[in-house]
């Protein structure tokens, strides 16, 4: 089974500047999550996707960050403008959403972002 | 939500058996305890799930007293690439299947 892709898996940028990253969940996951994670703490859950519509973008930073999954599959997830703060690694994963069975979950490898 | 409590780090030797706890002391009814695995610049990676007393996988154990408020990953014979960072997690069984990290506990494998 294919995993979870993401891309670019590294970007560097100055802040100010605008940076997107890209999704591609596991085939028929109608659950899509983007997590923040920064050096040394725990990923940090910024918006979940069911198919299509957003199910939870409660600690998403709107004025920045936006997300978007047309037609339920794939995923970006952009930031504008892009602050010193927002350097992490940003994890894409996707789950087949059954009620409490968390081992349906697959992280992609993730994209490590700098802003310099 | 869940409060989870975990060491931060811990260190052992190749071949010892490690015991990693969690107390999650207000875990509700219907949570589950699920532990992830997480190696330098790789997303985490499922471990094992458990509601109570023992599950056991090809990886590793899960042991949950009859109050839920703790857990306890056995990694057997553990080996250096068992090096990694370790998070227990409480899987929010009502809200769509959220995934809250904490810490989580950074484990060494010395030779």
């Known amino acids: 089974e294919a995993g979870v892709a993401q891309s670019p898996r590294y970007k560097i940028i100055e802040k100010r500047q605008s940076v997107a990253f890209w999704c591609n969940p596991i085939s028929g996951h109608a659950t899509l999550y983007w997590y923040q994670q920064i050096l040394g703490q725990g990923p940090k859950l910024l918006i979940q996707?069911?198919?299509?519509?957003?199910?939870?973008d409660s600690q998403l930073p709107k004025d920045r960050f936006s997300a978007e999954r047309l037609k339920g599959v794939d995923s970006t997830l952009k930031i504008q403008p892009a602050k010193l703060e927002d350097s992490a690694v940003y994890l894409c994963?996707?789950?087949?959403?059954?009620?409490?069975?968390?081992?349906?979950?697959?992280f992609g490898s993730g994209t490590r972002l700098t802003v310099v | 939500l869940a409060k989870i409590t975990q060491p931060i780090s811990m260190d052992s030797y190749e071949g010892q058996e490690v015991n990693i706890t969690c107390s999650h002391n207000n875990i509700a009814t219907n949570d589950y305890i699920t532990w992830y695995q997480q190696f330098p610049s790789q997303g985490p990676r499922f471990i094992i799930q458990?509601?109570?007393t023992k599950v056991t996988n090809e990886v590793a154990s899960l042991f949950i007293p009859a109050d839920r408020k703790s857990s306890t990953l056995s990694l057997p014979r553990v080996s250096l690439s068992d090096t990694a960072v370790y998070y227990c997690l409480v899987v929010i069984n009502n809200a769509g299947n959220m995934l809250t990290f904490g810490g989580g506990t950074r484990l060494m494998v010395k030779p």
């Open positions: 458990g509601y109570k």
């Open positions: 994963a996707s789950s087949l959403a059954v009620q409490g069975q968390a081992y349906g979950y697959t």
């Open positions: 996707f069911q198919n299509n519509g957003v199910v939870d």
